[in-house]
């Protein structure tokens, strides 16, 4: 694998950013045309880059430097299927999840559409039956709440889904999202709920992490203590989506219940697969049709425009173009949309995991930086905590602005409001303002965002903006020469989790360093003291 670093494209990057001025101010003022050259429309959004640091000449450097790269190919790739997940030698083909019934999709030389459009119905199936109240729980009601149990991909993607579409809720049903191991998080979900109107619908590709597994034995027994420990009431209310069919049954879940996916889908990619059935059955199967087919047009978009009009392949080549030649460390989403609040958390997940890397896929250590930090929270809300920073700290982070010109709720005053503020911020960010008399009221300005504004917030749209990222992502770790698919770095913390549970649980520290050993003294300390109590 070629080394990014000696691609002529990255030298020349090099030197252009050195004897470049580049002021957003000046660049604007220089070329009245500058908003409609940096800017790419497809049907239901556009994305504007123009309030980014970039040039006609350094975009030119960048779009080498994708093809030198090999970009297209490791795209080809891809999206035939091969197994460019090396270190657990898999295909990352999450496309195929949302691709229509006719297309062939291919992995290990199976067409795997099939087996896909199968769960679809069987999950369009479920979800009829449990919205139109025709399926009853064990005491014979109809199902008023749902509670999903998973974590990380399992979760995050579903509650963004589900939350940024809520216009489209059934009335009767309303959807929980448990994923922390904290006997809180599935505790004040369960003290407001009815056994007999509650399906569980336990979220594992694994089903074996530890988190979901607790939580789904700890939501069996409330169950089952409702109904005096009759078994039969599980396959009333209980479902799981997962990869392992084999622990699901052992769980006790009926088979009609699971609903399988396949191990070429990551999990940070599975909201298309049935981890999606908790949106499904919110929103109904329609709408969820509609959300792949939005992300199946990102896919295609992505497969087939020039990598110039190509918006996750210049999303990214600008998010390389930060991290590695202007040395910018993070990169902040703010979505303009109190629906769009898990948008920050899910990304996280989605970019941290798949690239905070630090081995090549040769192996061999990263010759630059990966992946950066990112963090959000939804506008206006953030404009009153880290925008300060933003706009003043000592440090440059671009910004990434989500909105859409229409929404569920909103009037068309509090709509302007919202997008007046959207914009203003851009603007501030950018032009910035000089004050030589009071220095701290000084803005710097120069600091660069892209602005993404959707048609819509829909099914369709929330599909095309979650799988643009998904592309980008994939197009920075083919740059980076890693390995966006796996995600050997929470391994150890897992491990070392069991032996300290254990531990805790028999009184006994193993060996540790002394800071570890301290606290772990102190907890099993203040255990045996609420113990005496009688407060554990
Ligand atoms: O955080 C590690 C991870 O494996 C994620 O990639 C995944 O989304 C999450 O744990 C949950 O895993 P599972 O769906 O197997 O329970």
């Known amino acids: 694998m070629t080394d990014i670093t000696r691609l002529p494209s990255w030298h020349a990057l090099d030197a252009y950013r050195d004897k470049t001025d580049f002021c957003l101010n000046g660049l604007f003022a220089h070329d009245p045309d500058r908003f409609r050259k940096f800017s790419i429309t497809l049907p239901?959004?556009?994305?504007?880059?123009?309030?980014?640091?970039?040039?006609?000449?350094?975009?030119?450097?960048?779009?080498?430097?994708?093809?030198?790269a090999g970009l297209e190919q490791?795209?080809?790739d891809f999206f035939g299927g091969e197994k460019i997940n090396l270190s657990e030698n898999r295909s990352a083909l999450h496309m195929a999840l949302r691709a229509p019934p006719q297309a062939a999709m291919i992995v290990d030389g199976r067409d795997v559409s099939f087996a896909v459009q199968k769960t679809l119905i069987n999950m369009r199936f479920f979800a009829n039956a449990v919205r139109s109240g025709e399926w009853r729980?064990?005491?014979?009601?109809?199902?008023?709440?749902?509670?999903?149990?998973?974590?990380?991909?399992?979760?995050?993607?579903?509650?963004?889904a589900t939350e940024a579409l809520s216009g489209s809720h059934h009335p009767r049903l309303a959807c929980h999202y448990v994923a922390n191991v904290d006997a809180a998080d599935l505790g004040r979900v369960l003290k407001k709920l009815s056994p007999e109107t509650t399906l569980f619908i336990i979220s594992s590709k694994t089903f074996t992490t530890a988190e979901t597994m607790q939580n789904a034995r700890i939501a069996r027994?409330?169950?089952?203590?409702?109904?005096?420990?009759?078994?039969?009431?599980?396959?009333?209310?209980?479902?799981?989506?997962?990869?392992?069919?084999?622990a699901v049954r052992d769980f006790?879940?009926?088979?009609?219940?699971?609903?399988?996916?396949?191990?070429?889908?990551?999990?940070?990619?599975?909201?298309?697969?049935?981890?999606?059935?908790s949106t499904m059955l919110m929103i109904g199967p329609d709408n969820f049709f509609k959300f792949l087919s939005g992300a199946h047009a990102m896919d295609e978009h992505f497969r087939s425009a020039p990598f110039r009009d190509n918006l996750p392949v210049m999303m990214a080549l600008m998010g390389v173009w930060y991290r590695n030649f202007m040395n910018y460390p993070a990169y902040a989403v703010i979505p303009?949309?109190?629906?769009?609040?898990?948008?920050?958390?899910?990304?996280?997940?989605?970019?941290?995991e798949s690239n905070g890397k630090s081995v090549t896929r040769d192996g061999v250590a990263v010759s630059v930086k990966t992946g950066p930090l990112v963090f959000g929270e939804p506008g206006t809300d953030a404009q009153h905590s880290f925008f300060q920073w933003l706009h003043q700290g000592?440090?440059?982070?671009?910004?990434?602005?989500?909105?859409?010109l229409k929404t569920t709720y909103d009037t068309p005053a509090q709509r302007n409001m919202l997008l007046a503020n959207l914009l203003a911020q851009s603007e501030a960010l950018m032009t910035g303002r000089k004050n030589a008399a009071e220095p701290h009221r000084d803005f710097a300005g120069n600091r660069p965002s892209t602005t993404i504004i959707l048609d819509e917030i829909s099914p369709r749209s929330i599909g095309m903006l979650l799988a643009l990222y998904e592309h980008k992502i994939f197009v920075q770790g083919v740059l980076w020469g890693i390995n966006s698919f796996d995600q050997w770095g929470v391994e150890l913390g897992k491990t070392l989790a069991v032996a300290l549970g254990d531990e805790i649980e028999n009184e006994a520290p193993g060996k540790h360093d002394s800071s570890t050993l301290g606290l772990?003294?102190?907890?099993?300390?203040?255990?045996?003291?609420?113990?005496?109590r009688g407060r554990l």
Request: contains cysteine; charged residues 15%; aromatic residues 8%.
């Open 44 to 68: 239901g959004l556009l994305a504007d880059f123009s309030k980014n640091i970039i040039t006609e000449e350094s975009r030119d450097l960048l779009l080498s430097l994708a093809e030198e």
């Open 74 to 76: 490791a795209r080809d």
């Open 137 to 160: 729980g064990y005491g014979g009601r109809q199902i008023t709440d749902i509670v999903n149990i998973g974590i990380g991909g399992s979760s995050l993607g579903p509650q963004l």
């Open 221 to 246: 027994t409330w169950l089952l203590s409702h109904y005096r420990n009759d078994k039969k009431a599980v396959a009333a209310h209980f479902a799981a989506a997962s990869t392992n069919a084999e």
């Open 252 to 277: 006790g879940i009926a088979p009609e219940n699971i609903f399988p996916f396949q191990d070429w889908v990551g999990g940070r990619y599975s909201l298309w697969s049935s981890i999606g059935l």
């Open 336 to 352: 303009y949309h109190a629906v769009l609040r898990r948008l920050p958390a899910y990304l996280q997940q989605l970019d941290m």
């Open 394 to 404: 000592s440090d440059i982070v671009p910004v990434d602005f989500i909105a859409a």
């Open 520 to 532: 772990l003294n102190h907890i099993i300390g203040a255990s045996v003291c609420q113990l005496q």
